[in-house]
């Protein structure tokens, strides 16, 4: 079974510093893994999408996510926080199916 | 705009009802997934149908039931609700059914159902 764990359920960052977001897979095939971020309100928006083709994924928004296979994590950075990314992030794994495994969310809030 | 759409928006009803949401997927994609959010549970997949067809089951409840009709829109059947039934359902669509590249899922703005 395919699962995703992400690390801290809440994350503040101050405008202007580093976005580190943690997730963690586990699978048994060459998984195939997403960030999505979900606005107040809000349906999922994909922020990017890792499919083997590169292990350092850029996104929209500024965001990218790198695949480490040996640590099977994929964390998702921003460098610089926008009071605009106050959100929640999600990272999820698909089966060969194409549904969705998701983590449990990582609340992030921007300060000035 | 996802391209997806669903109606309605919000839900409010009594336990013991049944509902029915509703979900138009983009233009030329033959998946829909249904998706439940929930502070407790979290984000969980339901059901895929592609093509009229179910593909997949997650944790769906015998009290739900899904379909997907010729014009590919699906519906999400919810019966004798309960207060626990209380959640975001997100349907979301794809090209295809596969994981693989390009089968990337839109999603919905969701219902916002409330039992009472």
């Known amino acids: 079974a395919q699962s995703v764990t992400q690390l801290g359920s809440h994350v503040s960052v101050s405008e202007g510093a580093l976005v580190l977001l943690r997730c963690n897979y586990s699978?048994?095939?060459?998984?195939?893994l997403f960030w999505y971020v979900q606005y107040p309100n809000q349906g999922l928006q994909l922020l990017l999408k890792?499919?083997?083709?590169?292990?350092l994924v850029k996104g929209i928004n500024g965001f990218e996510a790198e695949f480490k296979k040996s640590e099977t994590s994929f964390h998702l950075t921003k460098p610089s926080a926008h009071m605009s990314d106050a959100a929640e992030y999600f990272c999820?794994?698909?089966?060969?199916?194409?549904?969705?495994?998701f983590g449990a969310g990582t609340q992030v809030v921007v300060t000035p | 705009d996802s391209g997806v759409t669903q109606t309605p928006k919000h839900l409010i009803t009594a336990t013991g009802q049944r509902v029915t949401l509703r979900c138009s997927p983009r233009s030329g994609d033959l998946s829909v997934y249904w998706y439940q959010q929930s502070l407790d549970q979290g984000l969980q997949f339901l059901i895929q149908y592609y093509n009229g067809e179910e593909r997949a089951k997650g944790n769906i409840l015998e009290r739900f039931s899904a379909q997907q009709f010729p014009d590919l829109h699906s519906e999400l059947n919810l019966s004798s609700l309960e207060l626990g039934d209380s959640a975001l359902y997100f349907c979301?669509?794809?090209?295809?059914?596969?994981?693989?590249?390009?089968?990337?899922?839109?999603f919905g703005p969701g219902t916002r159902l409330t039992v009472l």
């Open positions: 699978s048994s095939v060459p998984p195939y």
């Open positions: 979301a669509s794809s090209l295809g059914t596969s994981g693989k590249r390009g089968n990337e899922q839109f």
């Open positions: 890792y499919t083997s083709a590169a292990t």
């Open positions: 999820a794994v698909s089966d060969s199916w194409g549904k969705l495994q």
